[in-house]
C-alpha cells in the first residue's frame, strides 16, 4: 500500500496568495484527518470527514481555511489569502472505521511558508 | 490548562537504560490512549495504544494508565539511540465516531550512545 500521500511536499508563497494542499488516503479508508503542526501549538486537529462529507470543522482557525473531499480518493485544504502566520506543517490522515481503535495513518506532510 | 499535557524535554537517557515519558488529560470522560513516535521531519506513527487501566506491554514498550489520576505513560526499555525522537501523548477524548485525537506538545527524547 503506499500509504497517505500528500503534495506538494514543500511550499513557499508570498502572503496574500492561494494555498492548496493535496491529500490522497489510503484505498478503502473512510475516515479523513487535516492536522496542523507547528513549535507553539503542536498537533491540532482542523477537520475531518466521513465518507466524503465533512463532520467536524470546528478545529479550522478562520474562513480564510476551506477543506472538500470531492471523491473517496482525494481532498484538498485551500488558504486564501494566505498569511505568515500559516506557516506550518500540514498532515493529512486516514483511518478505517471511526471506532476508537482505529489507528490513524499519517501522510509525510506538506511544510507550508508563507512570506 | 491545555488538554494533553507532555513535559516537552528533552528527556536525555544513557544507551540501554530505561526511558519514562509522562502524559496527563483533563476530560475525565476520556477512554481511548495513544502514543506517536515523531521522527525530525517525519510524520507521526503510532506505536502504543491504550484503554484500561493497568499495563500493557508490546516489545520494548509499555503503555501505563490510569484513569483516575488522569495519567498515562510510556516506558522503553533497553532505550536505543534509534529510539531518539519526538513522542506525543494523544488522546479521543470522546470516544466516538471519528477518532478524533487531542494531541500533547510532545516530549523530545535522546538516547544517548
Known amino acids: 500500500d503506499a500509504g497517505v500521500i500528500q503534495s506538494p511536499r514543500h511550499e513557499v508563497t508570498e502572503m496574500g496568495q492561494e494555498v492548496t494542499l493535496r491529500c490522497k488516503p489510503i484505498s478503502g479508508h473512510d475516515y479523513l484527518f487535516w492536522y496542523r503542526q507547528t513549535m507553539m501549538r503542536g498537533l491540532e486537529l482542523l477537520i475531518y470527514?466521513?465518507?466524503?462529507?465533512?463532520?467536524?470543522d470546528s478545529g479550522m482557525p478562520e474562513d480564510r481555511f476551506s477543506a472538500k473531499m470531492p471523491n473517496a480518493s482525494f481532498s484538498t485544504l485551500k488558504i486564501q489569502p494566505s498569511e505568515p502566520r500559516d506557516s506550518a506543517v500540514y498532515f493529512c490522515?486516514?483511518?478505517?472505521?471511526?471506532?476508537?481503535?482505529?489507528?490513524?495513518?499519517f501522510g509525510n506532510g506538506t511544510r507550508l511558508t508563507v512570506t | 490548562q491545555k488538554e494533553v499535557e507532555q513535559n516537552s524535554g528533552p528527556l536525555s537517557v544513557p544507551e540501554g537504560a530505561i526511558a519514562s515519558l509522562n502524559c496527563t488529560y483533563s476530560?475525565?470522560?476520556?477512554?481511548?490512549f495513544f502514543w506517536y513516535r515523531q521522527y525530525s521531519g517525519k510524520s507521526p506513527e503510532l506505536i502504543m495504544s491504550?484503554?484500561?487501566?493497568g499495563d500493557k506491554e508490546d516489545g520494548r514498550f509499555t503503555a501505563q494508565l490510569n484513569k483516575a489520576s488522569q495519567y498515562v505513560s510510556l516506558l522503553i526499555r533497553d532505550s536505543q539511540p534509534s529510539d531518539s525522537a519526538t513522542y506525543l501523548c494523544?488522546?479521543?477524548?470522546?470516544?466516538?465516531?471519528?477518532?478524533?485525537?487531542?494531541f500533547g506538545g510532545g516530549t523530545r527524547l535522546m538516547v544517548k550512545p
Open positions: 491504550i484503554y484500561s487501566n
Open positions: 476530560d475525565r470522560g476520556s477512554q481511548s
Open positions: 494523544a488522546v479521543n477524548p470522546r470516544n466516538n465516531a471519528g477518532n478524533m485525537l487531542t
Open positions: 490522515a486516514s483511518s478505517l472505521g471511526g471506532g476508537y481503535n482505529s489507528p490513524l495513518h
Open positions: 470527514f466521513n465518507n466524503n462529507v465533512p463532520i467536524d
